[in-house]
Nanobody
Framework: QVQLVESGGGLVQAGDSLRLSCAAS????????MGWFRQAPGKERESVAA??????????IYADSVKGRFTISRDNAKNTVSLQMNSLTPEDSAVYYC??????????????????WGKGTLVTVSS
């Protein structure tokens, strides 16, 4: 049974940093592309960042809204993927979800039949 478990969310102030982590189990982690998504109230779930599988070199891609502020990384030995978020703004407030898929196009630039989702972690940025 595949499980993706996010952690690290919380309440921070504008300008602060936060690091999200996602622990994966039940899948051949290094073979999967991984992504982070977010969904704010009343809005569609949007792709934030993705990182290609270990075999694909761990290439990273970002949504324009977070480029230069967020960094996605993975540790194939620990089966984890992280999202370092800097210079947070209230517009970054959302539930953040971890996702895994064998097809990168299913993760970025938008979700498209993603194979596995985590349950999400809430990030709230106060002004």
């Amino acid at each position: 049974q595949v499980q993706l478990v996010e952690s690290g969310g919380g309440l921070v102030q504008a300008g602060d940093s936060l690091r999200l982590s996602c622990a994966a189990s039940g899948l051949a982690f290094s073979r999967y592309h991984m992504g982070w998504f977010r969904q704010a109230p009343g809005k569609e779930r949007e792709s934030v960042a993705a990182i290609t599988s270990g075999a694909s070199g761990g290439r990273t891609i970002y949504a324009d809204s977070v480029k230069g502020r967020f960094t996605i990384s993975r540790d194939n030995a620990k089966n984890t993927v992280s999202l370092q978020m800097n210079s947070l703004t209230p517009e970054d407030s959302a539930v953040y979800y971890c996702a895994a898929d064998r097809a990168l196009v299913d993760l970025f630039p938008r979700h498209n039949g993603v194979s596995f989702w985590g349950k999400g972690t809430l990030v709230t940025v106060s002004s």
